[in-house]
């Protein structure tokens, strides 16, 4: 005789309805197959209750969690760092300073825009440079003083005239390389090599531009070299 | 509720639990993380392995599992001060498993199956002393004969999930196809039992 699952299944789920159940109760008492099924059953459950749970402890204990007490240090540190970035946020934007770059672009604007020729070995040449540069031709004046230098690779002025037109137009690795070289001569009587190198470092403001630019500033002072009071000015403000 | 169970309260594990389904097993799991320095702490303060309270502390979850699932933790103290209650008292049996080869002090006698106590008085007498003659061992002998999904579907159905959890699990379309496919690998164990 097949064995009513369901009904059992049913009973001990309290879905039967009232009459059912009753009646599921009544054959209880009668029927010997159904006493076998009922006690298989729980006995079964019981069985599979007792794997399941030696089941699920193994897989518990495998875990391997941390065993350490968490320690509300690292988040207290953490809430401190915060703190502490937000405080000096706080003071760089609170201070009244002007960024090296905005200092530097005062600058260009007030003595580098109009160019004026002071001596030339090749006036031509470089008088039409500065004419395109003050122009607006920043393009083709640096060409025309590019092409200047590499027949004139001493000409002091070709080289800071190009040197200015390279900061101006934004190539501040060129422009450096330009004006270290005229920092490096010995023989001019004024040199501002030093000066728009702090210029130009200041203008691309990159990650340890501001301090090298003091540092160049300083030496500027210290030798009396071309641009030491605009040097001081700068250095003040920084 | 949220289900980020690292940052679940002691009420949303709680509510977790009852839920049901694969929610009680992140939530169980979750739980067990959280509190898992018990194991160490017990075996400083006990004197134990780190094995033996590992073994205390998982039994002590499973204990607070049953006990919120059948409606026995009322909530009066913290699960944390629950749980760690439960855990020293295992602890202790433990302790005196070690030195006296006695069981659990803190054993309440054996237990009614719960579901007996819906029969009718006159059967359940009856049926009770045919469960006492019930092999256990073998019965947990055959249980491995059965396939892998018979197996792990009655063990679900034994830990109290539903049948649609167990559909779900299993893939089953409905959870009365589960139903009937968990009814019928019982009927597939007892004729196992019986040859």
Known sequence: MTTDWNNIDDYFANRLPADERNQFDATLRTDEALVEAVAFYVSARQTLQAEAYTTRRDELIARKPRLTRPTPWPYALAAAACLALLLGIGWILWQPQTAPSELADEYIQRNLTELAVTMSADADSLQRGLEEANAGNLTEADALLTHLLGRQPTNADALRYAGILSLRRGQYETALRRFEQLSRRTDLVVNPGLFYQALTRLKRDGPGDADQAKVLLQRVINQQSEGDTDAQALLDKL | ?195
């Not at chain 2, 075996?43 to 073994?55: G, I, N, S, V």
């Not at chain 2, 008292?89 to 002090?105: P, Q």
């Not at chain 2, 830990?159 to 009814?183: M, W």
């Open chain 2, 1 to 195: 509720m949220r289900f980020f169970p690292d940052t679940l309260s002691d009420a949303d594990l709680l509510d977790g639990l009852r839920a049901g389904g694969a929610n009680r097993r992140l939530c169980e799991t979750s739980l067990y993380d959280r509190y898992a320095y018990f194991i160490r702490e017990g075996a400083r303060k006990h004197r134990l392995d780190e094995d033996e309270t590992a073994t205390a502390y998982a039994d002590a979850i499973l204990s607070v599992i049953d006990q919120v699932l059948t409606g026995r933790f009322e909530g009066r103290s913290g699960l944390k001060t629950y749980l760690y209650q439960i855990f020293t008292n295992k602890c202790v049996d433990g302790i005196r498993k070690k030195t006296t080869n006695r069981e659990s002090v803190h054993q309440q006698g054996v237990e009614i199956d719960g579901i007996l106590l819906q029969l009718p008085d006159e059967t359940r007498s009856i049926i009770q002393q045919l469960i006492v003659r019930h092999d256990a061992e073998r019965l947990r002998e055959q249980l491995q004969l059965l396939g892998d999904k018979c197996r792990s579907m009655l063990l679900a159905w034994a830990e109290g999930f539903t049948d649609e959890h167990i559909a779900q699990e299993h893939q089953y379309n409905t959870a009365a196809v589960a139903k009937t496919s968990r009814l019928r690998c019982l009927d597939k164990l007892r004729e196992l039992y019986r040859t």
